[in-house]
């Protein structure tokens, strides 16, 4: 990519000058530029001669590997350069890492700015999306440059065209663009795509949001290239511009949360059945013909199954390290649902999961000074599978139902509009959550578009009811065998919190009012009350104005 973006630069009529540690990727560098065009760009040797030859203030770029590879690159170069000079980092780097880095270059006097590029190699060369951040003195000086070398659709587009954001991109980001095309008169559509690259390929779930006129005449195209179910295409108009990402989002809250689930039936089929890979690949290929019906299904019983293709010996699952990765839409899923006031328990614990799992060497050193059960009951194996398939069931329909809560208050809040049934039947086919359970969902709220929890669903209600103790009975052999089932009993803690009349949020108030006058309401008359709970507590005057700042978070 840096070869790529430094020929950027020089096409750009910018004089460069490149540096490696190979001095054969500097000399296919600059032969690429002499073959095309005689592009402004020079090769050099050394860090010293490297810093020599670009003119003052030097603006240098690194495009290395993220981490130590590039604290190494910046002790080189820094040496040689003097106040005024800027680093730009182009890698993918953690936050903390750049704000350190520009903290310990700042005694220097040398500015340093964090910039992400995406775009891959085209894009490097042709124009990626630059995000810099930084001090705004050294952007005025880098600003000639990047407006130049970045991507430039929208200067060759005409008033009434569109561009269509496939990616998994913030609402608010999606909404901003919006705004500035349409003084240009160009329509813009954040459009979530679910399904990896397969369902790219073959046909996606695809979740537009954006003008109506864009999607009009998208639709022809978009309808077509879905993916296709026994009812239609799993797309269809989602609402404005965000509320695709939004819908995307979620998607991929309710896919983390899903994916803990069944890594959490997974372990209690190996660590408390004692179950062999194909054991339970055989398990989730069963449960796969019936309710369970699923693609995150499908894919965990085809990789318990697969021989390791290094070694030879074994499976391939259990050679890879339980550290699992994200991206991002996860935590931004946790997040809106605290932002909309919306619980989403089972979302939060698998986004928890993820952070421990990566902390493996604290597990390792925690594992031989914090013990687990001395004991564990002994329990039929085929009951426990058998409840697990209940429980997995049951887990799930909590999971879409905070999912799907989570779209409904957006949906309430922003004034989208957006068609839960329709939603699930974007999800039908194609996307990663596709599963047979959403014929279920679509039918539910299809039938009642005000439907306020999927729980309540005269359906699923009796689904939930039905697998209530066998849930139950898995959570507490969990418990009581020491073995983690965070996502399981997070949802059956939704199950149970929201089906009760009453819950121990009345102590939890008073304690609010005890400590900070927040006020309480009463079950037997209507207003905001305070009460003096000791001598020492006093008149809080008027009681609507401790109760504002609540009332404005909660409309």
């Given at each position: 990519?840096?070869?790529?973006f430094a020929?950027n630069m020089?096409s750009k009529?910018?004089?460069?000058?490149v540096?490696?540690?190979s001095p054969a990727?500097?000399?296919l560098?600059?032969?690429?530029?002499?073959d095309?065009g005689n592009?402004?760009?020079?090769g050099?040797t050394?860090p010293?001669e490297f810093?020599?030859?670009i003119?003052?203030p030097?603006?240098?770029i690194?495009?290395v590997?993220?981490g130590k590879?590039?604290?190494?690159?910046?002790a080189?170069l820094?040496e040689h350069?003097?106040?005024?000079?800027?680093i730009?980092d182009?890698?993918n780097e953690?936050l903390?890492?750049s704000?350190?880095?520009a903290?310990?270059?700042?005694?220097?006097g040398?500015?340093?700015?964090?910039?992400g590029?995406s775009?891959g190699?085209e894009?490097a060369r042709?124009g990626p999306?630059?995000?810099?951040?930084?001090?705004r003195e050294?952007?005025?000086?880098l600003?000639p440059i990047?407006m130049k070398?970045?991507?430039?659709?929208s200067?060759?587009?005409?008033?009434?065209d569109?561009i269509?954001?496939?990616g998994n991109?913030?609402l608010n980001?999606?909404?901003?663009?919006a705004?500035?095309?349409?003084p240009?008169g160009?329509?813009?559509?954040?459009?979530?795509?679910?399904g990896g690259?397969?369902g790219?390929?073959?046909?996606p779930?695809?979740?537009?949001?954006?003008p109506?006129?864009?999607?009009?005449?998208l639709?022809?195209?978009i309808?077509k290239?879905?993916?296709?179910?026994s009812?239609g295409?799993c797309t269809?108009y989602?609402?404005?511009?965000?509320s695709g990402n939004?819908?995307?989002?979620?998607?991929?809250?309710?896919e983390?949360?899903?994916?803990?689930l069944?890594a959490?039936v997974?372990?209690?089929l190996r660590s408390i059945?004692?179950m062999s890979n194909?054991?339970?690949s055989?398990?989730?290929a069963?449960w796969?013909?019936?309710?369970l019906d699923?693609?995150?299904?499908?894919?965990t019983y085809k990789i318990?199954a697969?021989?390791?293709?290094?070694?030879g010996?074994?499976?391939v699952?259990d050679?890879?390290?339980?550290?699992?990765?994200?991206?991002?839409?996860?935590?931004?899923?946790v997040?809106?649902?605290?932002e909309?006031?919306v619980?989403?328990?089972?979302l939060a614990?698998?986004l928890?999961?993820?952070?421990?799992?990566?902390r493996k060497?604290?597990?390792v050193?925690a594992s031989k000074?914090?013990d687990?059960?001395k004991e564990?009951?002994?329990?039929?194996?085929?009951?426990?599978?058998?409840?697990?398939?209940?429980a997995?069931?049951a887990a799930?329909?909590c999971?879409y139902?905070q999912?799907?809560?989570?779209?409904?208050?957006?949906?309430?809040s922003?004034?989208?509009n957006i068609d839960l049934?329709m939603?699930a039947?974007?999800?039908k086919?194609?996307?990663?959550?596709?599963a047979?359970?959403?014929d279920?969902?679509?039918?539910?709220?299809?039938?009642?578009?005000s439907?306020s929890n999927?729980?309540?669903?005269?359906?699923?209600?009796?689904?939930?009811n039905?697998r209530?103790?066998?849930?139950r009975r898995?959570?507490?052999?969990?418990?009581a065998?020491g073995?983690?089932c965070?996502?399981l009993?997070?949802?059956?803690?939704?199950f149970d919190?929201?089906?009760?009349?009453?819950l121990p949020?009345?102590?939890t108030q008073a304690?609010r009012?005890?400590?900070?006058?927040?006020?309480?309401?009463?079950?037997?008359r209507?207003g905001p009350?305070h009460c003096?709970w000791?001598d020492?507590?006093k008149?809080?005057g008027?009681?609507?104005?401790r109760?504002?700042?609540?009332?404005a978070?909660r409309?």
């Amino acid at each position: 990519m840096g070869q790529n973006f430094a020929l950027n630069m020089a096409s750009k009529g910018f004089s460069v000058c490149v540096g490696n540690r190979s001095p054969a990727k500097v000399d296919l560098t600059v032969q690429r530029a002499k073959d095309e065009g005689n592009l402004p760009l020079v090769g050099s040797t050394s860090p010293a001669e490297f810093i020599s030859k670009i003119a003052k203030p030097r603006k240098v770029i690194i495009l290395v590997m993220a981490g130590k590879p590039v604290d190494e690159t910046i002790a080189q170069l820094s040496e040689h350069m003097e106040p005024g000079d800027i680093i730009v980092d182009g890698g993918n780097e953690w936050l903390n890492n750049s704000i350190r880095r520009a903290e310990e270059l700042e005694p220097k006097g040398i500015h340093f700015v964090g910039m992400g590029i995406s775009g891959g190699e085209e894009g490097a060369r042709n124009g990626p999306s630059l995000m810099p951040g930084g001090p705004r003195e050294a952007y005025d000086q880098l600003e000639p440059i990047i407006m130049k070398c970045a991507a430039q659709l929208s200067e060759h587009m005409e008033p009434g065209d569109i561009i269509v954001d496939g990616g998994n991109e913030w609402l608010n980001n999606s909404i901003r663009r919006a705004e500035e095309l349409e003084p240009k008169g160009i329509h813009f559509v954040g459009m979530g795509i679910s399904g990896g690259e397969e369902g790219a390929r073959n046909g996606p779930s695809l979740m537009p949001g954006g003008p109506r006129e864009a999607y009009d005449q998208l639709e022809p195209i978009i309808m077509k290239c879905a993916a296709q179910v026994s009812d239609g295409a799993c797309t269809g108009y989602v609402g404005p511009v965000g509320s695709g990402n939004y819908v995307k989002m979620v998607h991929n809250g309710i896919e983390y949360g899903d994916m803990q689930l069944i890594a959490e039936v997974y372990d209690v089929l190996r660590s408390i059945v004692g179950m062999s890979n194909d054991e339970m690949s055989k398990t989730f290929a069963k449960w796969n013909e019936g309710i369970l019906d699923s693609y995150l299904i499908e894919i965990t019983y085809k990789i318990l199954a697969k021989p390791d293709d290094v070694t030879g010996e074994g499976y391939v699952v259990d050679y890879v390290l339980d550290k699992t990765g994200s991206k991002g839409t996860g935590r931004w899923t946790v997040q809106e649902a605290a932002e909309q006031s919306v619980a989403a328990p089972t979302l939060a614990a698998a986004l928890d999961s993820r952070y421990i799992s990566s902390r493996k060497e604290e597990r390792v050193a925690a594992s031989k000074v914090l013990d687990g059960p001395k004991e564990t009951p002994n329990v039929s194996k085929f009951q426990i599978i058998e409840d697990l398939e209940a429980a997995l069931y049951a887990a799930k329909i909590c999971s879409y139902a905070q999912g799907m809560g989570l779209i409904k208050a957006a949906s309430d809040s922003k004034d989208w509009n957006i068609d839960l049934s329709m939603c699930a039947k974007m999800w039908k086919g194609g996307c990663i959550i596709r599963a047979k359970l959403l014929d279920k969902i679509q039918a539910a709220f299809s039938s009642n578009p005000s439907l306020s929890n999927l729980m309540v669903d005269p359906a699923f209600a009796t689904e939930l009811n039905e697998r209530s103790m066998a849930w139950r009975r898995i959570i507490t052999l969990c418990v009581a065998s020491g073995v983690s089932c965070p996502a399981l009993c997070a949802s059956l803690n939704y199950f149970d919190s929201y089906r009760r009349e009453s819950l121990p949020a009345n102590l939890t108030q008073a304690q609010r009012d005890f400590f900070g006058g927040h006020t309480y309401e009463r079950i037997d008359r209507e207003g905001p009350f305070h009460c003096a709970w000791t001598d020492a507590h006093k008149a809080i005057g008027d009681i609507s104005e401790r109760t504002a700042g609540e009332k404005a978070t909660r409309d």
